[in-house]
T-cell receptor, first 115, second 115 residues
Framework: DGGITQSPKYLFRKEGQNVTLSCEQN?????MYWYRQDPGQGLRLIYY???????QKGDIAEGYSVSREKKESFPLTVTSAQKNPTAFYLC??????????????FGSGTRLTVV | KQEVTQIPAALSVPEGENLVLNCSFT??????LQWFRQDPGKGLTSLLL?????REQTSGRLNASLDKSSGRSTLYIAASQPGDSATYLC??????????????FGRGTQLTVWP
């Protein structure tokens, strides 16, 4: 079945450590996105990529980095510069042809906790 | 910048009631509007998508309406059931260049339906 796989489901980070969250899709979608969700908050966009080898900063990109070397993969690195990384991270993909942003599919999320 | 607001933030009702969840957005130049469901600790599941040229969409006991000019959408849930308990998120997209495909989310309405 086609879908998005996020791993790991739970991740613990020590102070000063970089960690990488994995996101893989087999939907043949061009666009991929990373959102952050905090309790009682809506989803906020971290980074997005509309095509391989290209990505754009979202609203809260500071302290995060991404790469898009393959169409299927969009890993997110939470660096030590991100001062409050504890949150629920959601990856999504879609088909962003001109005027068509439907077909949005979300992964099941990674919960990151700083210890 | 697009701002999406959802009212109420939380709702608790007995089984069988008909419900209305509200969503408003500040920039009416949207491409489409989606309603999502999120269960605790899970990803998002798309419920209904309304294109900007449409007025409403229906799926089973769910009906979503869109008044683009006034920047409002409602999600109507008929004959609510305990299984409807979840957080409901509203999101809009634009079809402009660099923001193509990204979604702007409200904070959600947390719904509890008790037997």
């Amino acid at each position: 079945d086609g879908g998005i796989t996020q791993s790991p489901k739970y991740l613990f980070r020590k102070e000063g450590q970089n960690v990488t969250l994995s996101c893989e899709q087999n939907l043949n979608h061009d666009a991929m996105y990373w959102y952050r969700q905090d309790p009682g908050q809506g989803l906020r966009l971290i980074y997005y990529s509309q095509i391989v080898n290209d990505f754009q900063k979202g609203d809260i990109a500071e302290g995060y980095s991404v790469s898009r070397e393959k169409k299927e993969s969009f890993p997110l690195t939470v660096t030590s510069a991100q001062k409050n990384p504890t949150a629920f991270y959601l990856c999504a993909s879609s088909i962003p042809r001109q005027g068509a942003s439907d077909g949005y599919t979300f992964g099941s999320g990674t919960r990151l906790t700083v210890v | 910048k697009q701002e999406v607001t959802q009212i109420p933030a939380a709702l608790s009702v007995p089984e069988g009631e008909n419900l209305v969840l509200n969503c408003s957005f500040t920039d009416s130049a949207i491409y489409n509007l989606q309603w999502f469901r999120q269960d605790p600790g899970k990803g998002l599941t798309s419920l209904l998508l309304i294109q900007s040229s449409q007025r409403e969409q229906t799926s089973g006991r769910l009906n979503a309406s869109l008044d683009k000019s006034s920047g409002r959408s409602t999600l109507y849930i008929a004959a609510s059931q305990p299984g409807d308990s979840a957080t409901y998120l509203c999101a809009v997209s634009h079809d402009r260049g660099s923001t193509l495909g990204r979604l702007y989310f409200g904070r959600g309405t947390q719904l509890t339906v008790w037997p």
